[in-house]
């Protein structure tokens, strides 16, 4: 396993993080999923992720995978969670207010059965709350020793150079994480979001890296989702059957054949591709069998050529 700092943090992570999104507390079975835990610490991983809305109900996901870490010493790890989208009809039930993330933290410390979270992300920026609000309870959170670094996810160029500003005239402790989609197939980041966050020492660790399964080749044009993929699952095939189309079925068959001649599979090369800036800190994977796990870390050996990045970009163009 490969470990890279945070940023400008001083914490090192595993280049390959485990999330809980879509699979504990919801589609995958405990113990099944337990095996996952187990596999990616034999793996090195260090880097675990949640969310308190992850799960079947609000907080599931922290608690089973609290369950899932407790025979693992707490200092070996890092464990992350998240707070904005709503967890009930009530008015302060979400958003990122200092009502609502000192309500969370501490809810999410309860399920995680710990006293502090290495990351806590804002899980979307909030237009309803000024950000000096929000940038002041994390630091306040940060103080008291309930979280160690402040991140945020998904936020966009302007809302985070006003964040670096705010911190700067209020003299706050510093963001050191940003969680933004990137794989392939979306490649937002690279205007805006990742020069930005690489120049203020914000270290990124990106989600859906194989774009929700679309890019480890197991969908193929013309022919329905594979049974017990993510797009044959009902509950949760919303997202990834928007990546469904020919255009991009069409581009993984070509990416899977780079992948064959590098003699690597498609996650792989997917996995690779991401790791190649060194600004993100951890591509985000999840899993449902061990052997997953085995197999998208050993990206982190895989070294692309300029060749080999030239025909992926002429695949994607």
Not at 110 to 123: G, N, Q
Not at 136 to 151: F, H, M, P, T
Not at 228 to 240: D, E, L, P, Q
Request: aromatic letters at 6%; glycine letters at 8%; a neutral charge.
């Amino acid at each position: 396993m490969e470990y890279r700092r945070l940023g400008r943090s001083g914490i090192q992570v595993s280049a390959i993080a485990l999330g809980s999104w879509l699979t504990y507390g919801t589609v995958t079975e405990q113990e099944t999923a337990k095996a996952c835990i187990r596999e990616a610490f034999e793996q090195g991983i260090n880097h675990f992720d949640c969310a308190n809305v992850y799960g079947s109900e609000p907080h599931a996901a922290e608690q089973f995978l609290s369950d899932a870490l407790a025979p693992y010493n707490r200092s070996e790890y890092v464990l992350t969670t998240k707070a904005f989208w709503p967890v009930g009809p009530k008015p302060n039930q979400g958003g990122l207010s200092r009502k609502h993330l000192m309500d969370q933290v501490d809810k999410s410390l309860k399920a995680l059965k710990t006293d502090y979270v290495d990351i806590f992300y804002c899980h979307r920026a909030d237009p309803n709350t000024e950000i000096e609000e929000t940038l002041s309870a994390i630091d306040d959170l940060v103080r008291q020793g309930k979280v160690l670094y402040g991140g945020i996810s998904e936020w966009q160029p302007a809302q985070i150079t006003e964040a670096l500003l705010v911190q700067q005239r209020l003299q706050l402790n510093p963001l050191r994480a940003s969680q933004p989609v990137y794989n392939l197939l979306n490649r937002y980041i690279e205007a805006g979001v990742l020069p930005i966050c690489e120049q203020a020492g914000i270290g990124l660790v990106v989600f859906s890296p194989l774009a929700q399964g679309l890019l480890t080749g197991k969908y193929k044009k013309g022919q329905p989702a594979p049974e017990g993929s993510r797009a044959a699952n009902a509950k949760v095939s919303g997202s990834i059957a928007r990546m469904l189309n020919d255009r991009n079925l069409e581009r993984v068959d070509k990416l899977a054949a780079v992948a064959g001649d590098l003699g690597i599979t498609l996650s792989q090369l997917a996995l690779a591709w991401v790791l190649r800036h060194k600004a993100i800190s951890s591509a985000l994977i999840g899993a449902s069998r061990p052997e997953q796990i085995r197999e998208n870390v050993k990206a982190v050996e895989v070294s692309l050529s300029q060749e080999i990045l030239d025909r992926i970009e002429a695949i994607l163009a």
